[in-house]
Each structure stands twice: as C-alpha cells, then as structure tokens.
C-alpha cells in the first residue's frame, strides 16, 4: 500500500496509493499521475456521444426503475476496473475509508485483498485481526459473502459487502487450494493497527512490520533503539519480517528502507510522461550500526513491502529469505472528484535500484525456505559415547547432558521453535556472527 497527499498542478489533491482496495482494508501502492495522451477529439466525441446514447435508452427503458447516481458510478467504475485489476472508482464514503485506513485505524475484518477471476483473491490478513484469527491465508478465493456469490461483483461492491457495524457477524465461503470450500463466520470490528513489533531472541533482534502506515517510520526508530539497547555489543543482526504485509504508504516504504542504507537509490517510478519519473534516495544513517540483517518475505509481501525488500537486496544490505513475493509493481495514483469520492488509475510502474520491475514477477529471496513445520524428533534410544561402559570420564568433569537439556528447553519455548523460516534467518545470523568473531581473533 501506499499513499500520500500531493498537490497536483490543477490545485486538486492527489492520493498516492497502491495494490487493491481490501475487504475492510486497502492495499496502497507507489502512485503518481501520468499526462494523457492527446486523442482525435472527433472520434472521442463520437464515443461519448454513443455512451451518451446508451445512457438514455437505459434509463428510459430498462425494466425497472433505476438511480442515475448509481448507473453513472457504475459505468466509470467499470471504465477504471477494465483497465487494470488495481484501477477503480471510489465512492465518497470508499474514499473516506482509505484515508482512515492510512492514519492505521479502519474498521472490519483485516483482510488485504485484491479481484481475480472474478473472485475475490486475500493478499493478506492482517495481525491480530478478526481474519488473521480466523485462519485466513494468502492465496484464499473469497466466492460467497452471506451466501451470495461474488462473481458478477466489482472489487469496490464486494468490499462494500464485506463492510458493516462493528460487532455484526459475517459469513463468507473460502475456496483455498486442495479443499473442499467452507465457510468462515467473522465477527467485523475496529481495526487497529500496530504496525511495527519487535523483541529479542537471544543475540538477535526482531522486527516485524505488518503494514505501512503513517507511524511505521517512527515506530521503527523507536524498536531498533529499544533493541540496541537490549543486546549491546553482543547482537549477531537483526530480522525484519516483512511476510504477509500488504504494502502501504510509499514514504513510509522509502524511510524504512533508508533506516538501514548510508546512501544510494530505494525506488524509481517511471510513468508515461518522462516528466513524472520520480527517483528516491537514500540519506546517511544506519539504525542497524552495520550489523547484518535478514530480510523475511513470501507471498503476502507486497507493494511496498517489495520495495524495501529490493531495495535492501540490490544494495547488497540484506539477506532476503523466504519465498518469492506477490509482485505488485504497479503505481496507482488517487485522484479526488470534488464531490463525487476518488479515482484510484494506475499511472505507473516502480523499479528496484537495479532498475528490474518485479510486476507479476516479485522479489526471488536470495536463500529460498518454504513454509514447513519444525517436529523435535526424540533420538529412539540413540547412545554416545558417555553411554558405553567404561568410557574415559572428562578430565574437566563437564556434565555433557546439562548443556543439551537446557539449549532443548530453550528452544521449545521460543516462536522459532514452530517457525521455520525464521528459524533458518537466526541460524543464518548466528552462523555469520560466529565467523566474524573468529575472524577477529
């Protein structure tokens, strides 16, 4: 996701923003406005003329009675979704929820969704909500809503369905790969957003940004110090878990990614007017210290997620683990209809510092780890050496069965013990601080 308010040169406002509007969320993106192409006005006349014609002849003739307001809206949403599945109309109420969204408070369900094959297709849940409780998984079809099927819907009427009180209940039926559909009754409610965790996990520090909104910059300034303090000079690196975030605001993507780069490129845009190419850079700093990091995706990262992935990637700052991302490359720009709500219109693509676009592509991890599940397997009656009778005793009268009791014990207590990708982004770090150290002696 990502948005931001830009004066444009018609003195209307322009909202940046990004991947699709979500069921209860929204998916924002890199965005800027691109110049329109000059067209033979004769010909644009005579097609606005037909739309005209075919207007009338609906209103006057079709069997039932209908509301000027909605036709109208409906007809420039399906000029904008048949564009693009990002592209779409965004009624005044719509609109006010996108911008409550990016201030991280919004209400209902969590879900970050995009349209595909006519379904609605869950990006991702988001932490702690009523849809991440559920079970709801990136890659998820939404079919049903209440019992009605979606298809036939635009992505903004399916949203709009998914909206409603807070406290009210909502069923909605999920196809997900190699299931039988089922059904989900949620309970809707206020989301709010805590965009930025961390704790420490021995000599490594842990961030996880779950989404991009307008206190993650600052919020991850106020974890890394946090965790500084906390490990000292003793730290092997920090992981910052970027997994099923959806994106968010494209300057709160740009300023993570420049909290841990001392200079260089973090994003271009490059739209059909060269007017409007945009470049990011980075400014000194490290709040890392040049500690290394691990960067964590999979197929919930997106938009700006993507970004600070490639961006720490291509300048060689962090390892990327994990699994390819979603591969939203794709820059929207939200323009506000005075009175009339918002067009969301893709103007754009973004590129890495490497110039690559990952549209429909991703981020490829450098060290590429599947979701599997982690099982401690009992060693079945396996014997060392302590075992044999009359084995020689250690002169330094070690007890070799404490240290392995304790490390095992620690383990099971820990998220890594049940995560495996993060499991494998902590040895990695371990491994790397153990060299240096040894290097230095």
């Given at each position: 996701m990502?948005?931001?308010?830009?004066?444009?040169?018609?003195?209307?406002?322009?909202?940046?923003?990004?991947?699709?509007?979500?069921?209860?969320?929204?998916?924002?993106?890199?965005?800027?406005?691109?110049?329109?192409?000059?067209?033979?006005?004769?010909?644009?006349?005579?097609?606005?003329?037909?739309?005209?014609?075919?207007?009338?002849?609906?209103?006057?003739?079709?069997?039932?009675?209908i509301d000027v307001k909605d036709l109208i809206e409906a007809a420039i949403n399906g000029m904008l979704t048949s564009l693009d599945p990002h592209s779409s109309y965004l009624n005044a109420e719509s609109f006010q929820d996108m911008q409550v969204q990016t201030r991280g408070e919004f209400g209902g369900l969590g879900i970050e969704v995009t349209m595909e094959g006519g379904l609605i297709k869950v990006v991702s849940p988001i932490d702690g909500t009523p849809a991440f409780k559920a079970g709801l998984k990136p890659g998820d079809y939404i079919s049903h809503i209440d019992g009605d099927a979606i298809l036939g819907l635009t992505l903004s009427e399916?949203?709009?369905?998914?909206?409603?009180?807070?406290?009210?209940?909502?069923?909605?039926?999920?196809?997900?790969?190699?299931?039988?559909?089922?059904?989900?009754?949620?309970?809707?409610a206020v989301i709010?957003?805590?965009?930025?965790?961390?704790?420490?996990?021995?000599?490594?520090?842990?961030?996880?940004?779950?989404?991009?909104?307008?206190?993650?910059?600052?919020?991850?300034?106020?974890?890394?110090?946090?965790?500084?303090?906390?490990?000292?000079?003793?730290?092997?690196?920090?992981?910052?878990?970027?997994?099923n975030n959806p994106g968010g605001l494209l300057t709160q993507a740009i300023a993570v990614s420049d909290a841990f780069l001392e200079r260089g490129e973090i994003v271009s845009t490059r739209g059909r007017d060269p007017k409007d190419h945009t470049r990011a850079n980075a400014r000194p700093g490290d709040l890392a210290e040049g500690k290394p990091l691990v960067v964590l995706i999979n197929g919930g990262s997106a938009s700006a997620s993507e970004i600070v992935a490639?961006?720490?990637?291509?300048?060689?700052?962090?390892?990327?683990?994990?699994?390819?991302?979603?591969?939203?490359?794709?820059?929207?720009?939200?323009?506000?209809?005075?009175?009339?709500?918002?067009?969301?219109?893709?103007?754009?693509?973004?590129?890495?510092?490497?110039?690559?676009?990952?549209?429909?592509?991703?981020?490829?991890?450098?060290?590429?780890?599947?979701?599997?599940?982690?099982?401690?397997?009992?060693?079945?009656?396996?014997r060392r050496e302590a075992d044999l009778r009359g084995a020689l005793a250690n002169p330094e009268g070690a007890d070799a069965d404490t240290g392995e009791a304790a490390q095992t014990e620690g383990a099971n207590k820990s998220p890594a013990n049940t995560d495996f990708q993060l499991a494998r982004a902590l040895d990695l770090l371990r491994g790397l601080h153990v060299f240096e150290r040894r290097a230095e002696n």
């Open positions: 990502m948005s931001f308010w830009k004066r444009a040169t018609t003195g209307r406002r322009r909202w940046v923003t990004g991947l699709a509007t979500v069921a209860v969320a929204a998916t924002l993106s890199v965005t800027w406005m691109a110049a329109a192409a000059p067209t033979d006005r004769s010909e644009t006349y005579r097609q606005l003329n037909l739309f005209g014609d075919v207007f009338e002849r609906v209103r006057a003739n079709y069997v039932d009675q399916a949203v709009d369905r998914m909206r409603g009180p807070v406290d009210s209940d909502i069923t909605i039926t999920i196809r997900r790969a190699g299931e039988e559909p089922f059904d989900v009754t949620l309970q809707r709010k957003l805590r965009s930025v965790r961390s704790r420490v996990f021995d000599d490594v520090g842990y961030v996880r940004i779950t989404t991009f909104n307008e206190q993650t910059g600052t919020s991850l300034e106020t974890a890394m110090a946090t965790l500084r303090d906390k490990l000292g000079s003793k730290g092997a690196g920090y992981v910052i878990d970027l997994r490639g961006a720490l990637q291509d300048h060689n700052r962090a390892v990327v683990l994990g699994t390819r991302s979603f591969g939203k490359g794709s820059v929207q720009t939200v323009m506000q209809l005075r009175g009339h709500g918002a067009m969301r219109l893709t103007t754009a693509r973004y590129y890495t510092p490497s110039g690559a676009s990952i549209q429909a592509k991703g981020i490829t991890p450098d060290i590429v780890v599947p979701l599997a599940r982690i099982e401690n397997l009992e060693p079945n009656g396996q």
